[in-house]
């Protein structure tokens, strides 16, 4: 707001910036212009910082309605930061442009730090730690970062080095700027798509880069981008545009090997590195992000469940549901997955006593999709194929009969249903007489 005299006329500093600001420009708590609007699941939209305060002072309730939040989540609105720029450009037209972490402006910027990572003769490094570094600031402007990512030729360029890069400094700076553009929610998905194809362009060479950063990343959180990059690849890169892609990536055993590594160090090598005892602890972010790729890998190739299992994949996921590591529902996802080969059923059944009962702890953790997943696992091995080693642990488990009783309660699907109906006969009878009490002639369709 404007100052103003004691006659209502504005002083002489600011006369010439009164404008008349549309209604739906300004913030609802703080009366102001937005710069980073965002919205919540009222639909109502709010400057990101002012909203923030709210939410993080305990308030569970839309400030402008009232109503009770069921999600807290901010959905940025860039067709209103758009409007809003347009409108600022227009009313002001003389007010010199906010200088950016980047250079006087970020096309401008963009063009110029483009240029010297695409120079041959040049170390790409620094111009790739400044694109970084803007595209992670939390006080850059969204509607600059995606200015930025939109810049013709920026993800091509950056991909390029990534994979003809054999120094590990740039290749894990390439990663760093294409990860801020992949997994941050204030980029527009245009480009995000358009860092899956560049990506895609040339998947194997893409996939082994990635693979080199997993294995010998300088620092975890070098490693976890690795890994949204690729969950990237495969979940956004348009098949028709890159015939092949996903395979070639869903195929890659060294990434695959990697990304199983990065949920957490096996028994054998926890013990090499933390001397025996008590082993590693695991990083969620970096469970998260590791299970989450691993599942999308699944999805993407039923070829690629066998390997995932002869390379660890089913007692990783193990591990993270017995270590409350966080993301239950992956986790389970990646055994639901296993279990659709021969293979993964026969590691879940050989590690039955700790698997079963890790599957049944985290059934309602994950939500309903995690609790189909964990009836799924359990189906498969103790109704479809009968192994008497889960069984038993099934009918050892507390808590399994009424957590069943639970998810047919629930909105679940019918198959998840019609598995947990089948289930329930296992958790009525003792461990002495489960195998006995537990025969049926029913057959069904396996839902994998």
């Not at 006080?139 to 970062?145: A, G, I, Q, R």
């Not at 890659?252 to 949920?263: K, M």
């Not at 279990?339 to 590690?351: D, H």
Request: proline share 5%; aromatic share 2%.
């Amino acid at each position: 707001m404007g100052r103003r005299e004691m006659n209502g006329r504005l002083s002489a500093e600011y006369q010439g910036l009164e404008v008349k600001v549309p209604n739906l420009f300004r913030c609802p708590i703080s009366l102001d212009v937005m710069r980073s609007p965002v919205s919540l699941c009222t639909g109502i939209t709010y400057e990101r910082a002012s909203i923030q305060r709210w939410l993080d002072s305990g308030n569970t309730t839309c400030p402008a309605t009232m109503l009770p939040l069921p999600s807290t989540d901010l959905v940025p609105n860039l067709t209103l930061r758009r409007l809003i720029a347009l409108w600022a450009s227009t009313a002001a037209p003389s007010s010199p442009p906010a200088a950016s972490a980047v250079g006087p402006t970020p096309a401008a910027a963009a063009a110029e730090l483009l240029r010297r990572v695409a120079d041959p003769g040049a170390d790409p490094c620094p111009a790739l730690r400044k694109l970084a570094a803007f595209l992670s600031d939390d006080d850059v402007d969204e509607f600059d970062k995606n200015a930025l990512a939109r810049a013709s030729g920026a993800a091509e360029t950056v991909a390029s080095v990534l994979r003809r890069s054999e120094d590990r400094e740039a290749a894990e700076a390439a990663v760093r700027v294409l990860a801020a553009i992949a997994a941050s929610d204030c980029i527009e998905e245009e480009s995000k798509r358009r860092v899956a194809a560049a990506l895609a362009a040339d998947a194997p060479s893409s996939a082994a880069a990635l693979a080199r950063v997993l294995r010998s990343g300088s620092s975890l959180e070098a490693r976890v981008d690795a890994a949204r990059l690729v969950e990237s690849l495969l979940r956004n890169a348009a098949a028709s545009a890159a015939p092949g892609a996903r395979a070639a990536v869903a195929e890659s055993e060294e990434l695959i090997g990697e990304l199983i590594r990065l949920v957490g160090p096996a028994d054998d090598e926890k013990k090499t590195k933390g001397g025996g005892g008590g082993g590693l602890a695991l990083d969620r972010q970096a469970v998260a992000a590791g299970l989450s790729c691993l599942a999308a890998i699944a999805a993407t190739r039923r070829g690629a469940r066998a390997e995932m299992v002869r390379l660890g994949a089913v007692s990783a996921a193990v591990r993270v549901l017995e270590a409350d590591a966080g993301s239950p529902i992956q986790a389970l996802r990646v055994l639901e997955a296993a279990v659709g080969c021969a293979e993964g059923r026969a590691a879940v059944c050989e590690s039955a006593g700790t698997a079963v009962p890790a599957v049944v702890s985290k059934m309602m953790k994950g939500g309903i999709g995690g609790a189909e997943a964990a009836v799924s696992v359990l189906w498969a091995v103790c109704h479809r194929f009968r192994d008497r080693r889960a069984v038993e642990a099934a009918a050892a488990c507390e808590g399994g009969l009424t957590k069943l009783l639970l998810l047919m309660q629930s909105g679940c699907s019918a198959a998840a249903r019609q598995m947990a109906s089948e289930l329930l006969k296992i958790f009525r009878v003792n461990d002495k007489s489960c195998v006995a009490g537990y025969d049926s002639k029913t057959s069904h369709i396996m839902p994998f």
